[in-house]
């Protein structure tokens, strides 16, 4: 089970199907159901997603999740087994010759051919779209002048990352998809792809990202889905995810002697109606998430107090999207 090592869940998190998702009619890409088997294996296992026009959604997930599969299910570049997959309402398989000027596509290794020189590569997927963005400006946008002429197989990780994003973005597609974009990216090149996928959402375009960067999810993120074990465990926005109610601080956070019973912390805070956890994921620090109050940082306090611990630090906040995701998937590697 996905979550059975996971010491709590945010109460904000959506089980999927993705309710908190945008409605189905200004859904530019709609997953329902979707199924994909490796080997008799189903690695995405009836997987919910949707995006919506002129906003970004990122899907976060462990290794092994089943995010790149379900991304190239949505490119047509692997057939579902079961379920449908909807972009601009067509089916990317069957409709794969009308959807291929609309949509832009960023393959998690980027995919590109390794003869080419960089600008050059650019200017030709250029030239198949009817009317692309200028190419210099893009090259210009991107850093990508200082080695245009180098061929994409001697290119730095990040260098090749950024002709990729390019070659996706060129033809103006209403529709993008962009596997770990910022993958081994230095901080300068990142804030330049975040500053075009900014650009691009503000011209209405969808952006579909995965990230392993909590941070970038946090920055970027109109919608956030949350993908382990194949299927969606949580969706929301970036907010909603990190809020216990999905308005204030949602969690307190106190240092103190190891060990503690935090059932007896849950029992303490217990009042009708609010649904409080605990738990203590590194000794000496533990998280509590729920409708934090005065009377609720009081109850901690007081916890602490009855056992003659001493707090070195007690503090309130909203979780960060890191908190949410390790609790949601776990601390274990995979
Ligand atoms: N062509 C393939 N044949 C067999 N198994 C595959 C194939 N492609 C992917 N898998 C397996 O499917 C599972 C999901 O892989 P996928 O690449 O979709 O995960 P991911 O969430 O994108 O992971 P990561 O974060 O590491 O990129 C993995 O266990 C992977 O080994």
């Not at 200004?26 to 296992?45: E, F, H, I, N, S």
């Amino acid at each position: 089970m996905p979550l059975s090592d996971a010491p709590a869940r945010p109460r904000t998190a959506s089980a999927a199907p993705d309710d908190a998702a945008p409605d189905a009619d200004d859904a530019a890409v709609r997953v329902r159901g979707l199924v994909k088997r490796y080997d008799g294996r189903a690695v995405v296992d009836g997987l919910d997603l949707t995006a919506a026009q002129g906003a970004v959604t990122a899907v976060l997930g462990p290794n092994g999740a089943g995010k790149t599969t379900t991304i190239e299910c949505c490119e047509g570049l692997r057939s579902p087994d079961g379920g449908t997959v909807r972009v601009l309402g067509l089916d990317p398989v069957a409709d794969a010759r009308r959807l291929r000027p609309r949509v832009g596509v960023m393959l998690q290794d980027g995919g590109l051919p390794t003869g080419v020189r960089a600008l050059e590569l650019l200017r030709h997927v250029a030239a198949m779209y009817a009317a692309p963005r200028p190419v210099d400006e893009l090259a210009e946008r991107l850093g990508l002048h200082g080695f245009a002429r180098t061929t994409v197989r001697r290119l730095s990780g990040g260098q090749r990352q950024r002709v990729a994003l390019a070659a996706a973005v060129v033809g103006r597609p209403e529709v993008v998809f962009l596997d770990e974009p910022s993958a081994g990216m230095d901080p300068q090149s990142r804030r330049a792809v975040w500053d075009l996928v900014r650009e691009l959402r503000a011209d209405g375009v969808a952006i579909v990202l995965t990230t392993h960067l909590m941070d970038e999810a946090a920055d970027l993120a109109d919608h956030v889905h949350v993908v382990d074990h194949g299927r969606v465990i949580a969706s929301g926005s970036v907010r909603e995810l990190t809020s216990a109610d999905g308005a204030g601080p949602g969690s307190v956070r106190v240092e103190a002697a190891p060990g503690l019973d935090v059932t007896t912390l849950v029992e303490a805070l217990a009042e009708p109606g609010a649904d409080w956890t605990a738990a203590e994921p590194e000794p000496g620090v533990y998280t509590v998430t729920g409708p934090v109050s005065p009377a609720a940082v009081a109850a901690v306090t007081g916890w602490l107090a009855e056992r003659g611990v001493l707090a070195r630090s007690v503090t309130t906040g909203s979780r960060t999207l890191e908190d949410v995701f390790l609790d949601l998937t776990g601390r274990n590697l995979r």
